[in-house]
Structures are given as C-alpha cells and as structure tokens.
C-alpha cells in the first residue's frame, strides 16, 4: 500500500501501472455478528462509533469490466449511518440477496461489509474488457450499480431491476483504503479540486440533480420557487445550488442561525429558521396540526411576497410531508426521495387532489445524470460542499456527526490520502483560485 501511495504522491498519472495489488486493505466495516446489537434502542441511541470498524479485509477478485481504485478519500453519506444502525434493516440482506445473482456476485456476500458510496481516487487495476479507463487514471466514481440485462432499465438506468446502490447494496465501498466498482461507475475527477473535496459531492449531487433539475424529477425551469429542506445538509447544499444556478429562488428551511448564515452566503435571501420558529407540524405521535401548515404557508408567502412553492425537495418525510403537500403551489410537485424522520407519510389528501399536485419518487441518479452532475463540479458551476475531514479510523466519529445532525454539508474522509489539500492538478491552479471562496464556503463552520 505504501508503494502505492507513493506512486500516487509521485504526481506522475501512470507509476501506479504495474505494481502489485496487495492482497489486503483497511476498510471500515460491520460486521454481521453484530447485526443485532442495537435492539431494542431507540434510533437516536444506536451509535455508528460502536459498530463501524476499521478492518483488514481481503481484496476482491477483479472481474470483467470491473476496476480496483486506490481510494484517496471518500465521504460520509446517510445510508452510512443507515447500514451502521442496521436500520430500516440490516444490508447484510441485501449482500445475500446479490450474492445469490451469479457467481460474480456472490464475492460479495460475506460476513462483514465495507461501506461507503463516495470515493476519489486512482484506477489501480482494470478487469477483463474495459477500454475506457486504466492504471493512473484519476477517477471520482457514482454508486449506481446495475447489470442492464433487462429492458426496462434500457432508458433510464436507474430503472434495472436489479439496481443497487454500490457500498450500500453491494460490498467493497469507499470508506477504504481500496475499492471495487464496475467500471462504468468511473468518471474523471475534477482537476482543480483536493482528494477530499473530490470525494464529497458525489452521491448527494447527483441525487439532488435527479431529484430537482432532470425530466426524471422536479424539471425545475427558471423562476421556479423551491423549497429546500435541510437547505445546509449533504443533499440540502447542492440542491441549493441547483436552485440558484438554475434561476430559481430557493426557499430554505435549517435549523439554527450558523446554517441560515451559511445558506446565505451561498447566495439564498429567503431563509427560515425552522427551530427559531417553532414549527410542530405533529399536536402528538398521530396528529398534525394544520394550523401549523398554514403558519408556515404563511411565511413562506410573506418571504416570497405572495408566491407559493413550485416544488418541494422533501427528505425528512413523515415530519414534515404534510406541510410540504399544503404548501404546494396548485399544480406543483413534491419531490422526494427520502424519509429521515419517518417513511410512513400522512398527509391531507383534499389539497393534493383538488389542487392538481404531485408527488415524484426520486431515487440517486442514472448514468447520463450522474455524469451531468460530475461535468458542473468540473467546470465549477456547482461546488463541493465539504465541512471538515476525519481519518479513516475515525469514520465512526463522522458517521455520528451525520446521525445526530451536529454537522454542515458534507464531511470528508481521509483514506490513503496522508493529509488534506493534496490531489490539485498543477495546471488546475488558476482555475481553483477563482473558486476558491465558493470551495471553501463550509469548511469549518
Ligand atoms: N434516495 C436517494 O438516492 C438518497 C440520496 C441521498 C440521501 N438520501 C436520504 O436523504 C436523507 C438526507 O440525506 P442528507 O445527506 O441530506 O443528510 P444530512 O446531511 O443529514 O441533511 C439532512 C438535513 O435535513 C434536515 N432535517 C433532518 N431531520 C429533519 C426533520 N425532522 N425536519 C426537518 N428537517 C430535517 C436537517 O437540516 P436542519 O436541521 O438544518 O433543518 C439536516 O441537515 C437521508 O435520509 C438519506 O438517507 C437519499
């Protein structure tokens, strides 16, 4: 590894070619001994620090069209914490379930599982049948991982059947020294950005591209007004940025005055501040409270001078889904694609119906997608959101930032990359130097 490392440090594209792939790595892991170790707590009290670990594991055999990557960072997504609090349900089923696919697919269902859905880094080996990339490349990879050998995902990649979510669904994530992807999960890594800033928009920027930007989800057109809950969260910061990038007016919902701060130096003027006003969408576990729908409606007005929201990017779910249907413009679309606080949404049906509106399940991103959302990080026009880094050992410590919301944008981790700040192109310097406020917009804070 240490050779590796070297090679890679070395600044030269292609010393990696040709050194031997070790025959084991560092990878954080659960392991699934452990799968039920948190019953019976309550989500809150399951700690991500308590069952990820970093482990020496066996590197996979490389098959065709897959690649091995040297992973010089990764970051932190939820379905991190999700696989670390085995919940809704342990991904050791999921392993089991792909393992039992093919004889490919079955190196990945064993009894521990590295996790992760982001990396940057360089290809180290590629497998059987793979052209477009090889040894040197320097890559960012997306987590759709799909087989296509059925026609309905012929369209729209991320309508396979058997469509998984790579470090989540599958084994062999980025939260690791060394990765395992297809190799039609690689795309090129943004010059003008470090390891660590590489890694961080990944799966969140193209969800929330998905989600709020393509034909598949909101199409949001310009002077569209958006709400953004979670406005300075992991998917929340991109989507912000779609928004304004976009020439819509972005409506955004956090929790605190040092995230209204942030989502204000990104360029958003309407900010509310969710725990400052107090809103209890729910009287008690059963109830909502419409009067509450309507003091937020209200606000939202009052912040917009008279406008009611195009569309909706909803995630926290049965929290706040009521409101997000009743304050939906006639006609509007609720987009969402996730249900942190609860999946079993309640909402009141009259307004939906009578008021023409939709509701649009948004999932990652498919191939083409993804690769639009990695050309912006490119050519700086969307940029990575990356609060602060950890060690790889310390990936528990990042995951329970996430779980227990103390964090902003996105947090980074460092795998085989020694520190921060390394990995910019030189001829990607003066490019850098114009973004480099905008790059540096979360970190720290
Ligand atoms: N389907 C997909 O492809 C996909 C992709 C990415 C993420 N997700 C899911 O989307 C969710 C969010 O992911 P993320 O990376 O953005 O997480 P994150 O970084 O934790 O950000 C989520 C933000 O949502 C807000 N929030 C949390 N609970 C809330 C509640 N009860 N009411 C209102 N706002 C709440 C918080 O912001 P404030 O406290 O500032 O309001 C938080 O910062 C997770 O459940 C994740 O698994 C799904």
């Given at each position: 590894?240490?050779?590796?490392?070297?090679?890679?440090?070395?600044?030269?594209?292609?010393?990696?070619?040709?050194?031997?792939?070790?025959?084991?790595?560092?990878?954080?892991?659960?392991?699934?001994?452990?799968?039920?170790?948190?019953?019976?707590?309550?989500?809150?009290?399951?700690?991500?620090?308590?069952?990820?670990?970093?482990?020496?594991v066996?590197?996979?055999?490389?098959?065709p069209?897959?690649?091995?990557?040297?992973?010089?960072?990764?970051?932190?997504n939820f379905?991190?914490?999700?696989?670390?609090?085995?919940?809704?349900?342990?991904?050791?089923?999921?392993?089991?379930?792909?393992?039992?696919?093919?004889?490919?697919?079955?190196?990945?269902?064993?009894?521990?599982?590295?996790?992760?859905?982001?990396?940057?880094?360089?290809?180290?080996?590629?497998?059987?049948?793979?052209?477009?990339?090889?040894?040197?490349?320097?890559?960012?990879?997306?987590?759709?991982?799909?087989?296509?050998?059925?026609?309905?995902?012929?369209?729209?990649?991320?309508?396979?059947?058997q469509?998984?979510?790579?470090?989540?669904?599958?084994?062999?994530?980025?939260?690791?020294?060394l990765a395992?992807?297809?190799?039609?999960?690689?795309?090129?890594?943004?010059?003008?950005?470090?390891?660590?800033?590489?890694?961080?928009?990944?799966?969140?920027n193209?969800?929330a591209?998905?989600?709020?930007v393509?034909?598949?989800?909101?199409?949001?057109?310009?002077?569209?007004?958006?709400?953004?809950w979670?406005?300075?969260?992991?998917?929340?910061?991109?989507?912000?940025q779609?928004?304004?990038?976009?020439?819509?007016?972005?409506?955004?919902?956090?929790?605190?005055?040092?995230k209204?701060e942030?989502?204000?130096?990104?360029?958003?003027?309407?900010?509310?501040?969710?725990?400052?006003?107090?809103?209890?969408?729910?009287?008690?576990?059963?109830?909502?409270?419409?009067?509450?729908w309507q003091?937020?409606?209200?606000?939202?007005?009052?912040?917009?001078?008279?406008?009611?929201?195009?569309?909706?990017?909803?995630?926290?779910?049965?929290?706040?889904?009521g409101?997000?249907?009743?304050?939906?413009?006639?006609?509007?679309?609720?987009?969402?694609?996730?249900?942190?606080?609860?999946?079993?949404?309640?909402?009141?049906?009259?307004?939906?119906w009578?008021?023409?509106?939709?509701?649009?399940?948004s999932?990652?991103?498919?191939y083409?997608?993804?690769?639009?959302?990695?050309?912006?990080?490119?050519?700086?026009?969307?940029?990575?959101?990356?609060?602060?880094?950890?060690?790889?050992?310390?990936?528990?410590?990042?995951?329970?930032?996430?779980?227990?919301?103390?964090?902003?944008?996105?947090?980074?981790?460092?795998?085989?990359?020694?520190?921060?700040?390394?990995?910019?192109a030189?001829?990607?310097q003066e490019?850098?130097?114009?973004?480099?406020?905008?790059?540096?917009r979360?970190?720290d804070?």
């Open positions: 590894m240490k050779q590796i490392l070297e090679a890679v440090l070395s600044g030269e594209p292609g010393a990696v070619a040709g050194l031997a792939v070790p025959e084991h790595y560092r990878g954080v892991v659960v392991r699934k001994d452990e799968q039920a170790m948190f019953e019976g707590l309550e989500s809150r009290d399951k700690d991500p620090r308590k069952s990820l670990h970093l482990d020496e066996a590197t996979p055999e490389l098959g069209g897959e690649a091995l990557v040297a992973v010089m960072a990764s970051s932190v379905n991190t914490v999700w696989t670390s609090i085995f919940e809704p349900v342990s991904t050791f089923g999921f392993l089991e379930r792909y393992g039992r696919l093919n004889d490919l697919t079955r190196r990945h269902d064993l009894p521990y599982h590295v996790v992760g859905s982001d990396l940057s880094g360089v290809v180290l080996q590629v497998g059987p049948g793979v052209s477009r990339w090889k040894a040197g490349d320097q890559v960012v990879a997306h987590c759709l991982s799909v087989e296509l050998e059925d026609p309905q995902g012929h369209d729209d990649t991320m309508m396979d059947p469509q998984r979510i790579w470090g989540f669904e599958t084994n062999f994530g980025g939260l690791a020294e395992l992807v297809k190799s039609n999960q690689l795309m090129p890594k943004a010059p003008h950005l470090t390891w660590e800033e590489a890694a961080a928009p990944g799966l969140v193209s969800t591209y998905r989600q709020l393509s034909k598949n989800g909101g199409a949001m057109k310009q002077g569209d007004t958006v709400l953004v979670g406005a300075s969260g992991g998917l929340g910061s991109y989507a912000t779609y928004v304004l990038n976009g020439g819509g007016i972005p409506v955004c919902v956090v929790s605190s005055p040092e209204a942030i989502v204000r130096r990104m360029g958003a003027e309407l900010v509310i501040d969710r725990s400052a006003e107090g809103y209890r969408f729910w009287k008690d576990e059963n109830t909502q409270d419409p009067r509450e003091r937020f409606g209200k606000r939202i007005r009052e912040l917009t001078r008279g406008d009611d929201i195009d569309i909706v990017f909803e995630h926290p779910g049965r929290e706040t889904f409101a997000s249907v009743y304050v939906t413009k006639k006609g509007g679309t609720i987009t969402t694609c996730a249900s942190t606080s609860g999946y079993l949404h309640q909402y009141d049906n009259r307004y939906f009578m008021n023409l509106k939709r509701i649009v399940g999932h990652f991103a498919n083409r997608e993804s690769w639009e959302a990695n050309r912006l990080i490119a050519k700086g026009l969307i940029h990575p959101t990356l609060s602060r880094t950890y060690p790889l050992a310390r990936t528990g410590d990042a995951a329970y930032d996430v779980h227990r919301n103390l964090h902003q944008g996105k947090v980074g981790v460092l795998c085989l990359a020694p520190e921060e700040g390394l990995g910019v030189p001829e990607a490019f850098r130097a114009r973004h480099l406020e905008a790059i540096n979360f970190r804070v």
